[in-house]
């Protein structure tokens, strides 16, 4: 790889930038389909009953699962702890996700158009130039976007639970029941009730602090801790992020992530993150506020947040008829932070494997039916998430890197490789080094 020293190597350096993606890209296709997965075909029927399967976490990963599983014939139980839950989140979703997800336009606050990348300098690129006029990035309120797919899980026949899940019991031996111990929030009792369920399989989908992943011995990964302010300014300013968004890279705002400025429907979400300093974090969001300060100045600050976010997958993601998705498993990208996605991705395609292998509820699963979300889930993102983790290595690691990185977004191949790849997580012409998804 290239050393940054000047931003006049840009050009060099993304000529190899994109080689050596590309090179790791195609060692870990061969190595990925060397590996192959034994299908459950001897699982016995289901005598008089459907399989059934809980759910556990009712964000975009539980709420989508929940909905595929209901539809595919699968007795689904989503067990959710704060039914008015507002996920701490910048809420930036990738133009593919309100097509695959059929989301309604009117739970999108704003579509972005205008994304301004700001070097530690301050010099500002506009990275939304390329984007043709039916593209955009959606900014969705988390407690909107989660409650619609929990509602549409409901409406596909699941059985939606406010409780709080507490313990897993492992079954007693192969095609026995597993026992879920959880606190049942029935007409708003302080406390809950404490109840138990058997179910055939799990869904974990509890985030990032996944109680389904300790019942497992899952392992812990590395995290980011990220920090948000929603900041109500005036109607006057407003109108400057009404299709804009803002990512600002420096020393100042985070040693190894960016601050950004997202617009809601009459807010901004302001924010950053970072792994490697997590007791500096106030201090960074002081920056990032004053980095914004000429454009939210005046603003009042309506809800303060914060929350770990993955830094990479958890050593195991199944094991035996429980299986991990979204924040649970591991799945946000570095360098961009994004989760939502692949978090609805990951639920829907642990629970296409399970209404497959269990040919739509009529049959039990095996370990073998998760494994085969697992690899397709990796085959599809894994060099996704490689080369996110290349960039964030190579330009957040100092401001000249930043400066250069900024620069290089000046650039329309850069923006048209990036931008497709971000709205549609896809290969396109011209760019060799995203998978088709
Ligand atoms: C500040 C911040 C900004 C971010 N910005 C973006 C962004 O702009 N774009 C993007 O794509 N990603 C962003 N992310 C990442 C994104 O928020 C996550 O990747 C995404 O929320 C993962 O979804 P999930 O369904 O896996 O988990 P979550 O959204 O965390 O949902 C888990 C659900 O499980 C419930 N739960 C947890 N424990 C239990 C329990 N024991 N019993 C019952 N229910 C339980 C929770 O209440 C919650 O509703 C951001 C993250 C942070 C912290």
């Known amino acids: 790889m290239a050393s940054i020293s000047s931003t006049a190597g840009s050009a060099v350096l993304r000529r190899d930038f994109f080689g050596s993606a590309l090179e790791s890209h195609r060692k ?190 899952a392992g812990d990964y590395e995290y980011a801790i990220a920090f948000q302010e929603r900041v109500k300014i005036q109607d006057d300013k407003m109108v400057y992020y009404e299709e804009r968004a803002e990512m600002y890279v420096g020393d100042d705002v985070s040693p190894d992530f960016y601050g950004w400025v997202f617009p809601k429907c009459d807010h901004v979400a302001v924010g950053t993150g970072t792994v490697t300093h997590k007791g500096q974090i106030k201090q960074f969001q002081a920056a990032t506020r004053l980095r914004a300060k000429d454009k939210i100045e005046g603003g009042k600050i309506i809800r303060v947040e914060a929350h770990p976010i993955p830094e990479h997958p958890r050593p195991r993601r199944s094991s035996g008829r429980v299986a991990l998705v979204g924040d649970a498993a591991g799945y946000v990208t570095k360098c961009s932070g994004e989760g939502i996605y692949f978090a609805a991705k990951s639920g829907r395609m642990c629970a296409e494997a399970i209404v497959e292998g269990s040919e739509n509820g009529t049959r039990m699963i095996d370990e073998s039916d998760l494994k085969k979300y697992l690899e397709k889930f990796d085959r599809m993102y894994w060099p996704t998430y490689k080369v996110l983790d290349i960039l964030q290595k190579v330009f957040y690691r100092s401001n000249p890197a930043r400066e250069a990185f900024v620069e290089m977004c000046a650039d329309e191949y850069v923006q048209k490789m990036t931008f497709d790849s971000y709205l549609y997580k896809k290969v396109v012409p011209g760019n060799p080094w995203m998978i088709s998804s």
């Open 28 to 217: 870990n296709e061969v190595s990925l389909r060397r590996s192959v997965i034994r299908a459950s075909k001897y699982s016995p029927k289901l005598p008089n009953r459907r399989l059934r399967v809980a759910v556990i976490g009712g964000g975009p990963a539980g709420g989508a699962a929940a909905e595929t599983l209901a539809k595919g014939g699968v007795e689904t139980v989503l067990i959710e702890r704060k039914l008015d839950n507002c996920k701490p989140c910048g809420g930036a979703i990738p133009l593919c996700m309100v097509g695959e997800f059929g989301l309604p336009l009117d739970i999108i606050d704003r579509r972005v158009t205008k994304m301004k990348m700001i070097s530690p300098s301050n010099v500002a690129v506009d990275i939304g130039r390329t984007l043709k006029p039916n593209e955009y990035i959606g900014m969705v309120r988390r407690e909107v976007l989660d409650a619609y797919l929990r509602e549409r899980a409901a409406e596909s026949g699941a059985e939606v639970i406010n409780g709080l899940f507490l313990q897993l019991d492992m079954p007693e031996g192969p095609n026995q029941q597993y026992k879920i111990h959880y606190s049942h929030y029935e007409g708003g009792a302080l406390g809950g009730q404490r109840k138990t369920m058997e179910v055939d399989a799990v869904i974990g989908a509890d985030g990032a602090n996944s109680r389904v992943a300790k019942s497992i011995d």
